[in-house]
């Protein structure tokens, strides 16, 4: 295997990924305050819209990354982490919003749930996140980080859920 290929574009969040250890916890983290920004500035549809450009320009960096570097998943590349991430986040923001919470809250359970249970899909890889994870090129290291969010964000609306009685 060969080194991690230099980079400062957006795949690795301008290096970042190569830089420290655990590079994916620090790309899901990353994603906390962006995607706490994104809410607080122009609620879901903001976040969604956030969500969004950062899983298409992520794509594409992370394409570019495999091919110039020639390696199948590199742990330098984060934004699929990112990416991953905001979708776990995404039932918090959109709870928030159609509740008519002041823009600025974005409540510690929520985020802490979202984080630590995306971590634990995306680590552990359980199906249907190892499936996605064998489709090729970047398609694999983006869609294995988006299933693992997608299983965060079902965990942390049945949080929800629970904890606010929407089931009783």
């Known amino acids: 295997m ?3 290929a230099p980079s400062g574009g957006l795949a690795t969040l301008w290096g970042l990924g190569a830089r420290v250890p655990a590079p994916g916890s620090w790309g899901a983290a990353a994603a ?3 995607g706490w ?3 607080w500035a122009g609620g879901f549809g903001l976040f969604a819209a956030t969500l969004a450009a950062v899983t298409a320009l992520g794509w594409r960096a992370t394409a570019r990354h495999l091919a110039r570097t020639g390696r199948k998943d590199p742990s330098e590349v984060i934004v699929d982490e990112v990416a991953g991430q905001l979708v776990a ?3 918090l923001s959109l709870g928030l919003w159609l509740a008519g919470a002041a823009p600025h809250v974005f409540p510690w359970p ?3 749930g979202a984080f630590v249970t995306f971590r634990f899909f995306d680590i552990l890889k359980p199906p249907p996140v ?3 994870e064998r489709l090729p090129g970047a398609a ?3 869609a294995d ?3 693992a969010g997608v299983l965060a964000a079902l965990c942390v609306t049945l949080a929800a859920a629970l904890a606010h009685g929407w089931l009783a």
Do not use: N
Request: aromatic share 8%; charged share 5%.
């Open 2 to 4: 060969s080194a991690p």
């Open 32 to 34: 906390l305050p962006l």
């Open 37 to 39: 920004l994104a809410h």
């Open 89 to 91: 986040l995404a039932p």
């Open 110 to 112: 929520g985020w802490v």
């Open 130 to 132: 190892s499936w996605a």
């Open 140 to 142: 694999g290291v983006m």
């Open 145 to 147: 980080d988006l299933v």
